[in-house]
């Protein structure tokens, strides 16, 4: 039974930070691709980052958010991380957590099965 719990949303001056964590099941397997989305009301599931860890890190990120935001994952903690650096108020959303065997889109929503429950992320 596969399981993502996020935290670490909140509310933050624009120009802040905040570092997401996501908490996952020893099920996932270490070939599954995790990333991070994002989902304001009124608006379609965004993928913001995604990462792959095999012979080496495979990274990739929405253009919004490229040299702003990192994700990371340590395969020890079972935890999937996105820091989020010079926020602004159009990051405000819910942030997901999501995991899968992508074979082709790691940013697309449609690649992923798997997800959490989501966290508030609120810059103002």
């Known amino acids: 039974d596969v399981q993502l719990v996020e935290s670490g949303g909140g509310s933050v001056e624009a120009g802040g930070s905040l570092e997401l964590s996501c908490t996952f099941s020893?099920?996932?397997?270490?070939?599954?691709?995790m990333a991070w989305f994002r989902q304001d009301p009124g608006k379609e599931r965004e993928g913001v980052a995604a990462?792959?860890?095999?012979?080496?890190?495979?990274?990739w990120y929405a253009d919004s958010v490229k040299g702003r935001f990192t994700i990371s994952k340590d395969n020890a903690k079972n935890t999937l991380y996105l820091q989020m650096n010079s926020l602004k108020p159009e990051d405000t959303a819910v942030y997901y957590c999501?995991?899968?065997?992508?074979?082709?889109?790691?940013?697309?929503?449609?690649?992923?099965?798997?997800w959490g429950q989501g966290t508030q992320v609120t810059v103002s």
């Open positions: 999501a995991a899968d065997l992508v074979i082709t889109e790691p940013l697309s929503q449609d690649e992923y099965r798997n």
């Open positions: 020893e099920s996932i397997p270490s070939s599954y691709c």
């Open positions: 990462i792959f860890i095999g012979r080496r890190t495979n990274t």
